[in-house]
Nanobody, 117 residues
Framework: QVHLVESGGGLVQPGGSLRLSCAAS????????MGWYRQAPGKERELVAT???????TYADSVKGRFTISRGNAKNTVYLQMNSLKPEDTAVYYC???????????WGQGTQVTVSS
């Protein structure tokens, strides 16, 4: 089992920045990918950014150039630096870990990000 804990959400004005953190614990295989998804009210959950254990990175088009995903040195943490935030970035952000060997997804409890003046 894998346990994910997110932190760093909150209320920020348009144009501001936030940094989300996620720490994973438990049975973590070395071949994995970690990432962030988000879900706005009335919408489906969507990918924001992912990073593999080998360093491969994917971003949603809507956040390219504004968000940066990275992993900690221990490889069991993932960060999302969000700059130039827009009201449409408002959502619950979920940390995700994908076990690429067993093809299992694990999810955190989510953290609210609200962009509003």
């Amino acid at each position: 089992q894998v346990h994910l804990v997110e932190s760093g959400g909150g209320l920020v004005q348009p144009g501001g920045s936030l940094r989300l953190s996620c720490a994973a614990s438990g049975s973590i295989v070395s071949l994995n990918a970690m990432g962030w998804y988000r879900q706005a009210p009335g919408k489906e959950r969507e990918l924001v950014a992912t990073i593999t254990s080998g360093g491969g990175i994917t971003y949603a088009d809507s956040v390219k150039g504004r968000f940066t995903i990275s992993r900690g040195n221990a490889k069991n943490t993932v960060y999302l630096q969000m700059n130039s935030l827009k009201p449409e970035d408002t959502a619950v952000y979920y940390c995700n870990l994908f076990n690429r060997i067993a093809a299992i997804y694990y999810w955190g409890q989510g953290t609210q990000v609200t962009v509003s003046s």
